[in-house]
């Protein structure tokens, strides 16, 4: 068990929980309770220097943190209604700053047809954000449970826009990577349509906003099953700056700064209904894998497979993130 799963428990022992509340602890990506004869769903999300988001362009990272706080709402199978915020300003930041960056935030909201009712606001050394964000939930919620033996697995779009968006902070001192920074706007895609269709055909999703492993994973402790994965759709900007930092491409895959996509199961029966449902909405869907018994977990990449049964990496271990990439090259190689 990680530092952070263990610590959480620790505090979840203590707390009083709500009656109401439907889902049990880890089980979906948003909280789900009975309000009044209708179904809530509520998230937070906070987001800082830790989590390695660009901030030249302030417009993007408003973009961005909206879309990190609404996913977890679409991975539940509701839709986002209400939204507020905590926002720590950096003390370098101005006012021409925060406007651009509370426009990226706007546009998302009117994107996705969610309202912003308030929240908190400071100033500091470094900059901190928390989105919080309800939704409204009809019929029956996603959960991370519920994947079984021989199911495919999918995912909305291409593999490790987060962890590009991350290497372009942590190697910005490389002259390629300056250029390539210069050149790349990095802006996470909203899945509304998408959500909507997997909401139903589905019933276990989840965002990779810990990266496409860690959610692999979080469904196979939630299901009891394992999975095994392949030829996976890698975003072209991670697999140029893969070659150009000399780099194994699974980095992408087992890097733990997520793009926000939603990664779902759908039984072998449903799966020609739903792509050809898909095309018809011009909508595009990677299938990744399927679901394995319990104890199995594989990638198939570049003619091998990788056992992935005993990785326990975390970058929240390691002091620096550089030491915890370089221990995840050490194991690939």
């Known amino acids: 068990m ?170 910005a001192e490389n002259p390629l990577v300056k250029h390539l ?20 055909h589905s019933r276990c999703c989840i965002d990779t906003s810990d990266g496409v492993f860690n959610a692999l994973k979080a469904v196979s402790e939630m299901s009891g099953t394992g999975f095994v994965v392949g030829n996976l759709p890698y975003v072209k900007s991670g697999l140029l700056l893969a070659k150009a930092l000399n780099v194994p491409k699974e980095l992408l895959f087992l890097g733990e700064c997520g793009e926000y996509e939603l990664l779902f199961t759908l039984r072998k029966e449903a799966e020609e209904e739903f792509l050809n449902e898909a095309q018809e909405n011009n909508l595009k869907f990677y299938k990744i894998g399927q679901v394995r018994e319990d104890g199995t977990k594989s990638l198939q990449e570049r003619g091998r497979e990788i056992d992935l049964a005993t990785y326990a990496l975390s970058a929240r271990d390691f002091p620096y993130p550089k030491d915890y990439l370089q221990a995840v090259v050490n194991f690939l190689s």
Not at 55 to 63: A, I, N, Q, R, S
Not at 101 to 128: H, M, P
Request: with cysteine; aromatic share 10%; net charge negative.
């Open 2 to 171: 990680s530092k952070e799963k263990e610590m959480i428990e620790v505090i979840h022992k203590h707390l009083p929980r709500c009656a109401s509340q439907r889902n049990k602890l880890f089980e979906a990506d948003s909280e789900i309770v009975d309000f009044h004869g209708r179904s809530l769903l509520y998230n937070l999300d906070e987001f800082s220097q830790e989590d390695l988001f660009r901030v030249e362009d302030p417009f993007v990272l408003g973009w961005n943190m909206a879309v990190g706080s609404i996913s977890d709402i679409w991975a539940s199978g509701g839709k986002p209604k209400y939204y507020a915020h905590s926002l720590v300003m950096q003390n370098s930041w101005t006012k021409d700053y925060v406007e651009k960056l509370s426009l990226g935030i706007a546009e998302v909201l009117k994107e996705v047809g969610a309202v912003f009712i308030g929240g908190d606001f400071g100033i500091s050394k470094t900059w901190r954000y928390t989105g919080s964000v309800i939704g409204d939930l009809e019929g029956p919620p996603l959960l991370r449970s519920g994947a079984t033996d021989g199911d495919g697995i999918f995912i909305t779009g291409p593999i490790g826009r987060g962890n590009v968006e991350a290497a372009l902070v942590l190697y």
């Open 181 to 200: 920074t210069r050149r790349w706007k990095n802006p996470f895609p909203l899945r509304c349509q998408e959500a909507e269709m997997i909401k139903q």
